[in-house]
């Protein structure tokens, strides 16, 4: 491995393994951080045109780190019912549908365990930052959340777990069309 390679990686290892602190901070822009962190990895080993075998089990392990913040920032000071509760399950969804693979090599776990927690948490916490007083008001508009925020998310764990293709690798060949 060449020296710019190494440094990228060390460069990669302290975003992701540092911008999850913020989350304790800023739960919406250190998750948004977290956000842009995991994407930040994917690009420069793209950009340096480096292909790591195993890299993305690092990658999930980087992601479980960082979505583990945000289930304490769920459990430690959501107080809203129906925020707190779907939050945390969906969290557990994620963490067993990652474990469970990493036993089994089965990808489809990640479309039945999709990680619409990060969506929601997302959601939740920029409605929080906006209005701190923000409370899921039933559980009809629950499910409209749930929809509205877990769509996209099927949608990308169809392109990276059933396609076998980096979102940005994707976006890029099929949406922007540059190779």
Known sequence: MGGEVVAAL???????????????????????????????????????????SRYHQVDKLFDTYYLSFEAWVVYHRWNDPLAHRPALTLFA??????????????????????????????????????????????????????LFVGAPKILQEYVMHYRESQTWRFVRDHILLWR
Request: proline share 2%.
């Open 93 to 146: 969804l994620r963490l067993s549908a990652t474990i469970t693979f990493e036993l089994t090599q089965i990808r489809q776990l990640f479309f039945v365990g999709a990680n619409i927690f990060e969506n929601f948490y997302i959601y939740v916490t920029g409605r929080l930052e906006i209005d701190a007083g923000y409370r899921i008001k039933d559980a009809r508009r629950l499910a409209l959340i749930l």
């Open 10 to 52: 060390l460069v990669i290892a302290a975003v992701r393994g540092l911008a999850p602190l913020l989350v304790l901070r800023w739960p919406f822009w250190g998750a948004l951080l977290c956000i842009a962190g995991d994407g930040f990895d994917t690009f420069m080993l793209d950009i340096l045109g480096v292909r790591l």
